[in-house]
């Protein structure tokens, strides 16, 4: 596959394991072959190329972290590195693999019956069928704890209603996993989306995030059997629990489409010429350069620190947050960086680095804005809770 400055500036494969480096290059590889050259185009139509999805599965890269049930068990460290690896051609594609790996299969492997993980999951793996996960709702999507979706218990039945918002894969998906208020609390349910009452419908207009699917769901008396629930998953503890896979997940993914724009700024700075050199020869764009490489070294190096705590059972949610936070903030700031140095060729599809941003701008917001992150990471601090 392709090489990034980074492989030799940087080495990150120095400090893995050679299990990791194999993940890690088989995303690159598929990646680059599979998704870069269509991504562009993809894009610009606003195209979610579902055909890719066996083609994924069959890497292995669909809930791949988890254990058993036609999961690969791999590390979390090299799960991460599938993420960066993926992002660094497009965030939508690392958002496929995290709304599959990280939120709809992790809930069922988390808190799902034995008889629900051995139905769903292996077929999952497989690709064969998609999941979604449905907590964020039209109203706001950083306060889950006034959600207005319900899901009351009638005779056998639970009878879910409400709506959700910015549901990853809702139009494709076999089944969601939604998150309703009960009277015992959040409870999670599996519903599978041909039953009668469940609506999903894309969002259209979107300037990021093109080339994958975010939607609406509605569901009126959306009526499931007893067993449709999570049994593991009592309270707002359910879905942060998913919640903190995908942000993990982030914290890599990010990195990776740091790393695209940098190589974008790196190699145009050498080739093109004004002032009759280089744009690489003046110092400025060399400052620029050694800034933007500094803050990606120090965000894959704390995302390998956390992927490390997370392998060890020793991560904390603040830790998470501190990694999300710094990922995507410094994700952002190093693409907009790199487009000051590809100049008026920077915002064209001729570069990755505007779809960078603009999907970043996406990832910035899902999964805890910063402004949530900083609070997060302020109440572990202080011990004082600035959210009640
Ligand atoms: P709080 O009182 O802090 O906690 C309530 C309960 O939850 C537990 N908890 C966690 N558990 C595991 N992991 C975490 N990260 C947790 N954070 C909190 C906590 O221990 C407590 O448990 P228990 O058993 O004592 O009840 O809750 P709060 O209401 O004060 O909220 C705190 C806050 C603001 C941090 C939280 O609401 C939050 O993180 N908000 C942001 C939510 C968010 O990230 N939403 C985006 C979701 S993305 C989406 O829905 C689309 S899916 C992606 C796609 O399809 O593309």
């Given at each position: ?65 988890l254990k058993g049930y036609g999961c ?190 940098l190589d974008a700024a790196i190699n ?40 490390r705590q997370k392998d060890a059972g ?75």
């Open positions: 596959p392709e090489v990034s400055v980074m492989d030799e500036v940087f080495d990150l494969h120095a400090i893995l394991q050679p299990d990791e480096i194999e993940w890690a290059m088989k995303a690159r590889t598929f990646a680059q072959t599979h998704i870069r050259p269509v991504i562009e185009d993809d894009f610009d139509k606003k195209y979610f190329r579902k055909e890719l999805i066996p083609l994924i599965a069959e890497q292995g890269f669909l809930g791949m972290h690969a068990g791999a590390s979390a460290v090299s799960y991460g590195l599938v993420c960066l690896e993926t992002e660094a051609v497009d965030s939508g594609w690392r958002t496929f693999i995290s709304v599959m790996g990280s939120l709809a299969m992790s809930a069922i492997y988390k808190y799902g019956t034995e008889e629900q993980k051995n139905y769903w999951l292996p077929q999952m793996a497989k690709g064969e069928k998609l999941g979604c996960f449905g907590l964020t709702e039209p109203q706001g999507g950083s306060d889950p704890a006034n959600m207005l979706t319900t899901a009351t218990k009638v005779g056998d039945t639970w009878v879910i209603n409400g709506a959700k918002r910015w549901i990853g894969l809702a139009t494709l998906a076999d089944l969601a996993i939604i998150w309703a208020m009960t009277d015992e609390g959040v409870r999670g349910f599996i519903v599978p989306t041909d039953t009668p009452g469940f609506k999903a419908t894309a969002i259209d207009g979107k300037l990021s995030m093109r080339a994958s699917i975010q939607c609406e769901i509605e569901l009126d008396n959306v009526t499931l059997p007893a067993d449709a629930i999570l049994p593991g998953a009592k309270g707002l503890s359910g879905p942060f629990g998913c919640l903190n896979e995908a942000r993990y997940g982030i914290i890599w993914g990010a990195m990776g489409a740091a790393r695209a724009c145009r700075s050498k080739d093109r010429e004004v002032f009759g050199k280089p744009i690489g020869s003046f110092q400025l764009t060399q400052a620029k350069l050694a800034d933007m490489t500094l803050e990606y070294e120090k965000g894959v190096l704390l995302a390998l620190h956390i992927g020793t991560l904390n949610i603040a830790q998470i947050s501190v990694g999300k936070l710094n990922s995507v903030r410094e994700a952002l700031k190093i693409a907009r960086e790199a487009r000051t140095i590809l100049g008026g060729d920077g915002i064209t599809g001729e570069f990755p680095v505007m779809r960078h941003m603009a999907n970043l701008e996406s990832v910035r917001t899902y999964e805890g804005t910063d402004e949530i992150h900083q609070l997060v990471v302020g109440r572990a601090l202080t011990g004082l809770n600035a959210f009640s």
